[in-house]
C-alpha cells in the first residue's frame, strides 16, 4: 500500500493525501450512524488528477468511496472498517464552468456545495431550482449520485429531471465527457440517466451541466392548518387547479413533529400550535406581488370556505416566508435533538397517502403501543419522512436495536400493499441494500448486477453498497 500512497501523493500533492490524525470528518457519516477506517483521504483538483487516482487504484486493486458534502442519510459515503479503501472527496473539484444565460444552463464540477451553485445562478438573474434542507453543505456530484429530491420536485423534479449532461471518471479512470446543454439528443442508450442515482458504484461524476430557469417574480410561503390528511390532499388537489405550475412547494407536518421543533428551537415561528396537520404552500408568480398574494389568498379562502383548511397565515414578507420554511427544515435537527428514531423515506401515489397514514399508524400502535411518529414531507410528491421513535420514557437507543427490523417490516409491508417505494429520495446506501434484495423483483436484480460488472468489473467503486 505504500506504493499506491506515494503515487498517489504524486497525482494530487502530498498535502491531499491524508492517512493520520483525525479523519472523522471524512470517516463518519453526519447522524454519526457509520463510521468506517479509510487507506487514505485523497482530494483531487480536477478531473484529470480523477482519473489518475481511479487508475492507480484500480491497477493496485484497492476499492474507492466517493464522497462529496458527506450529508447522505443512507451509509453510502464513507469508508467500511476495513482500512482497506481509498476515501475520494470530490470537495476541491468546486468550480462553476460556465453559465450560458440563452441556453439557460450552468456547468458546474461535482464538488460544487449546491447553495454555491443556486447563488451563482441568481447573480446572473436566474433560478436553480433545487433545494434541500442539507443544502449549505451538500455537492452537486453528491445531489446528482443520490439523484436527490427536495423541496421543489413538485414544480421542476428531481436532480435527473434538471440534468443535461454529466462529466464522469469510470472505475478503470477513463474520463467519459457527456457534458451537454442539450435538451433533445437521442444518440444511442442514455449514459447520464445511469450514472445518476448510482451512489458511487457505477462511476465518480467530476461535473454537470443542469438546467437553469428564469426567476418568478415574486414568491408567496403560506401555513394552512388541517384536521386530516385527507383534507391535506384535498387542499393539493385545489391548489394544483388554481395555481397550476405556480404551485412550488407543498410540505405536509404533523403536529408532533412540529411540537419537536418548538420544543428543541423556541425562537422559531410555531404559529398554529393547535392544527393535527399543518401545510406549507409556496406559490411563485411570474407577474408580480399582488399578483402571486391575490391568487393565493383565492385558493386559502376557497379552502377555508370548503372546510378542508379551519386556520391559515400567509407570510407578509420574503423573510417571514423564509422563516416559515426555515422551521419545516429544522424539523429533522429538532428530531436528532429529541433522540434515535426510525427513519423511512417512502413514497406512495398521492391518492393513497390517507389510507396508508391511517392503516400504518394503527398497525404500529398496536404492535408497539405508545410509539410516536414523526410525520412530515413532500406530500406533492407522494414523499413522506415517515419516522418512529421510540414510546415515551422508553430508551431511544434500545428501541432503536431491538425494533427497528420489526418496525420497518410493517412500514414498508403497507409501502408495498399501496403500491409504493421503500426509498423514495436517500438511495439505497448501505442502510437499505438488505431491503432491495428483498423488495425488487429477481429480473431487476439481476440486470443491475449486470450493469454494475459491465461498468466496474473488479467491484471497486463502492463495494457493498447498493446491490
Ligand atoms: P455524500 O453524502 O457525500 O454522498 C452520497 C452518496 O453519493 C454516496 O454514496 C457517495 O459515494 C456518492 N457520491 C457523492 N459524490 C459523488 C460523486 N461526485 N460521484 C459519484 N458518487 C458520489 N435528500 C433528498 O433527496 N431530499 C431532501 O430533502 C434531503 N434533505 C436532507 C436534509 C438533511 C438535513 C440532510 C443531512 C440530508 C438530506 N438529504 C436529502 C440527503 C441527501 O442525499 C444529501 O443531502 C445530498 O444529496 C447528498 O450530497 P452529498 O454531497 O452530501 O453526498
Known amino acids: 500500500m505504500t506504493a499506491l500512497l506515494d503515487t498517489l501523493r504524486g497525482v494530487v500533492g502530498a498535502a491531499n493525501v491524508l492517512h493520520e490524525g483525525d479523519l472523522s470528518a471524512w470517516e463518519q457519516d453526519w447522524r454519526r450512524r457509520w463510521r468506517g477506517k479509510a487507506l487514505a483521504v485523497v482530494r483531487p483538483g480536477n478531473t484529470a488528477e480523477v482519473a489518475a487516482v481511479l487508475r492507480a487504484c484500480a491497477t493496485a486493486g484497492v476499492s474507492v468511496v466517493p464522497q462529496g458534502g458527506n450529508t447522505g442519510l443512507v451509509g453510502g459515503g464513507v469508508p467500511d472498517a476495513s482500512g482497506t479503501q481509498v476515501l475520494l472527496s470530490l470537495q476541491r473539484l468546486n468550480r462553476v464552468r460556465e453559465i450560458d444565460e440563452a441556453n439557460l444552463t450552468l456547468t458546474a464540477e461535482a464538488g460544487c456545495v449546491l447553495q454555491a451553485v ?3 445562478a441568481e447573480e446572473r438573474g436566474l433560478l436553480f431550482p433545487l433545494s434541500l434542507a442539507a443544502e449549505g453543505s451538500c455537492t452537486l456530484g453528491g445531489n446528482l449520485a443520490t439523484n436527490a429530491g427536495g423541496t421543489q420536485v413538485l414544480r421542476w423534479g428531481n436532480a435527473r429531471e434538471l440534468c443535461l449532461g454529466l462529466e ?47 426567476q418568478p417574480a415574486a414568491t408567496g410561503t403560506a401555513l394552512a392548518a388541517c384536521a386530516s390528511v385527507a383534507d391535506c390532499v384535498a387542499l393539493l388537489q385545489l391548489a394544483r387547479a388554481r395555481l397550476g405550475a405556480g404551485l412550488t412547494g407543498f410540505e405536509m407536518m404533523g403536529g408532533y413533529a412540529l411540537a419537536l421543533t418548538a420544543k428543541h428551537f423556541p425562537t422559531l415561528p410555531h404559529p398554529l400550535p393547535e392544527a393535527a396537520w399543518t401545510v406549507l404552500l409556496e406559490h411563485s408568480d411570474t ?70 397514514v391511517e392503516e400504518t399508524d394503527a398497525a404500529l400502535q398496536a404492535q408497539f403501543p405508545g410509539v410516536q411518529l414523526v410525520n412530515f414531507g413532500h406530500l406533492g410528491d407522494g414523499n413522506l419522512h415517515y419516522n418512529v421513535q421510540a414510546p415515551r420514557g422508553e430508551d431511544g437507543r434500545r428501541f432503536l436495536a431491538e425494533q427497528e427490523h420489526a ?61
Open 118 to 120: 443556486q447563488h451563482a
Open 287 to 356: 407577474e408580480s406581488e399582488a399578483h402571486a398574494r391575490e391568487a393565493f389568498e383565492g385558493v386559502l379562502g376557497a379552502a377555508l370556505e370548503a372546510g378542508i383548511v379551519h386556520d391559515a397565515v400567509v407570510a407578509e414578507t420574503l423573510a417571514q416566508g423564509q422563516a416559515l420554511w426555515h422551521v419545516r427544515e429544522s424539523i429533522p435537527l429538532a428530531q436528532a435533538e429529541e433522540g434515535p428514531n426510525i427513519k423511512h423515506d417512502i413514497s406512495v401515489p398521492v391518492s393513497r397517502i390517507p389510507a396508508f
Open 168 to 214: 464522469v471518471v469510470t472505475a478503470e479512470g477513463e474520463i467519459w465527457s457527456g457534458l451537454s446543454g442539450l435538451r433533445k439528443d437521442n444518440t444511442g442508450y442514455d449514459l447520464r440517466d445511469l450514472f445518476i442515482g448510482s451512489e458511487g458504484t457505477l462511476g465518480v461524476i467530476t461535473a454537470a451541466t443542469m438546467k437553469l430557469a428564469p
Open 407 to 467: 418496525v420497518n417490516t410493517v412500514v414498508f409491508d403497507a409501502v408495498a400493499r399501496h403500491g409504493g417505494s421503500f426509498s423514495a429520495e436517500h438511495g439505497i446506501g448501505a442502510l437499505k441494500r438488505d431491503e432491495l434484495s428483498r423488495r425488487k423483483s429477481p429480473v431487476a436484480l439481476a440486470l443491475m448486477r449486470r450493469i454494475k460488472a459491465a461498468l466496474d468489473p473488479q467491484n471497486l467503486l463502492n463495494p457493498g453498497r447498493v446491490i
